[in-house]
C-alpha cells in the first residue's frame, strides 16, 4: 500500500492565475497519476507521471495547460495554468506502488475552484 | 472503445440487503477490472478486482461476478450495512497511448444503505 498526501487541500483562485499542487507518497513508486474529478462525477485521467520519463497526457490534455513535474519518485506537482472557471474540480493524484494500474492509491484530492 | 458503462446511477437499499452494480464494456484488450469505493471528501480505494480468466471473486461481503462472453461485469455487497454508504466506480485496466498502463472509470453509482 502507500500513503498518499496532496497540498493544498482547497483552493479558491483568480481566473487567469495558475496554482500548483503537490502530491507526497510515503514510499518509493514508479507509476504516479494525476486525475480531475467533477463533485458527484467520475475520474478522468490527465496524464500518466512515471518518474524518469516525460509525462504522457490523455486526449484533451496538454502540457503548456497543465504541466506536471515527476523530480523523484516520491513527489510530483501538477500545475493548472491560466486557470477558468471551467478549471473548477478535484484533483487527485494516486500511485500504483505493485506496478498493476489496476491497484492505484488515491490521494485525499485538492479542491479547486476558480472565479 | 475506450469506455464502461456503469448502471445505475444511484441505488437506495434497506440494510441487509444486496445492493449489485453493474458495467459492461467493449474492448476486450482489458485486463483486470477493479472497483473502487469513494466516500464524500475522500479520495477513491480500491475494493476488489478481477482478471478476465475468473467469473467470480469474493472478498468479504463484496462479490464480482464477471462475463466475458457478454462482456459485463457485476459488484454484489452482500448483507450491506449503513457504513457502505457511499459511491462505487468500476474500472478496467488497459495500455495508454504512451504505452503505459491506466485505467478507465465508469460513471459510478451513489449508493445508500438506509438503517
Known amino acids: 500500500s502507500a500513503v498518499i498526501s496532496q497540498k493544498p487541500s482547497r483552493d479558491i483562485c483568480q481566473r487567469g492565475t495558475s496554482l500548483t499542487i503537490q502530491c507526497q507518497v510515503d514510499?518509493?513508486?514508479?507509476?504516479m497519476f494525476w486525475y480531475r474529478q467533477q463533485p458527484g462525477q467520475s475520474l478522468t485521467l490527465i496524464a500518466t507521471a512515471n518518474q524518469g520519463s516525460e509525462a504522457t497526457y490523455e486526449s484533451g490534455f496538454v502540457i503548456d495547460k497543465f504541466p506536471i513535474s515527476r523530480p523523484n519518485l516520491t513527489f510530483s506537482t501538477l500545475t493548472v495554468s491560466n486557470m477558468s472557471p471551467e478549471d473548477s474540480s478535484i484533483y487527485l493524484c494516486?500511485?500504483?506502488?505493485?506496478?498493476?494500474?489496476?491497484?492505484?492509491?488515491f490521494g485525499p484530492g485538492t479542491r479547486l475552484t476558480v472565479t | 472503445q475506450q469506455q464502461v458503462k456503469q448502471s445505475p446511477q444511484s441505488l437506495i437499499v434497506q440494510k441487509g440487503g444486496i445492493p449489485i452494480i453493474n458495467c459492461a464494456y467493449e474492448n476486450t484488450a482489458f485486463d483486470y477490472f477493479p472497483w473502487y469505493q469513494q466516500f464524500p471528501g475522500k479520495g477513491p480505494a480500491l475494493l476488489i478486482a478481477?482478471?478476465?480468466?475468473?467469473s467470480e471473486k469474493k472478498e468479504g461481503r463484496f462479490t464480482i461476478s464477471f462475463n466475458k462472453s457478454a462482456k459485463q461485469f457485476s459488484l454484489h455487497i452482500m448483507d450491506s450495512q449503513p457504513g457502505d454508504s457511499a459511491t462505487y466506480f468500476c474500472a478496467a485496466s488497459t495500455i495508454g497511448s504512451g504505452g503505459y498502463n491506466k485505467l478507465i472509470f465508469g460513471a459510478g453509482t451513489r449508493l445508500a444503505v438506509h438503517p
Open positions: 478481477i482478471r478476465p480468466d475468473v
Open positions: 494516486s500511485v500504483a506502488p505493485t506496478g498493476y494500474s489496476y491497484e492505484q492509491y
Open positions: 514510499s518509493q513508486v514508479t507509476m
